[in-house]
């Protein structure tokens, strides 16, 4: 059975792919329209948030970059771009690899909305610029 890997270019499917890529993991791309829940009302069939990325690995489905990357690097290695369970830095590797979901994100679509998502009316430029300076 072929891996598959749904991505929107721009979005966070990139660092599946890339992961992908750098280790020559075999694998089909589906490219989708972004938001594909919008552009592809089929694609909630394979997961059901229509969000990607979207690994299919067999039975398995997963939705978050992070952890697809460490999952690819886990099952498909030895690879270069692993730091092993052993090795000094394992916990900062962690760390950062699930910082950019986990923490990043959320002060960025605090700022990304209230400074062009929201209609002008209900705009806050407070928030966002809290928001921005915690980023």
């Given amino acids: 059975m072929t891996m598959t890997l749904y991505h929107c270019s721009g979005a966070r499917s990139v660092r599946p792919l890339w992961t992908l890529l750098e280790m020559g ?32 690995d067999g039975d398995l489905n997963l939705t978050e970059s992070g952890a697809i990357c460490q999952y690819l690097v886990d099952k498909y290695g030895p690879s270069d771009l692993a730091v092993g369970h052993d090795e000094a830095d394992y916990g900062t590797y962690l760390n950062w690899l699930h910082r950019s979901d986990a923490t990043l994100t959320f002060p960025q679509t605090i700022f990304f909305r209230y400074t062009e998502l929201e209609p002008e009316e209900r705009r806050v430029p407070q928030a966002a610029e809290d928001y921005r300076v915690w980023f």
């Fill in 25 to 56: 993991v075999p694998h089909e791309l589906v490219t989708l329209k972004f938001p594909p829940r919008v552009f592809d009302k089929q694609f909630k069939e394979i997961n059901p948030l229509g969000t990607v990325p979207c690994l299919i």
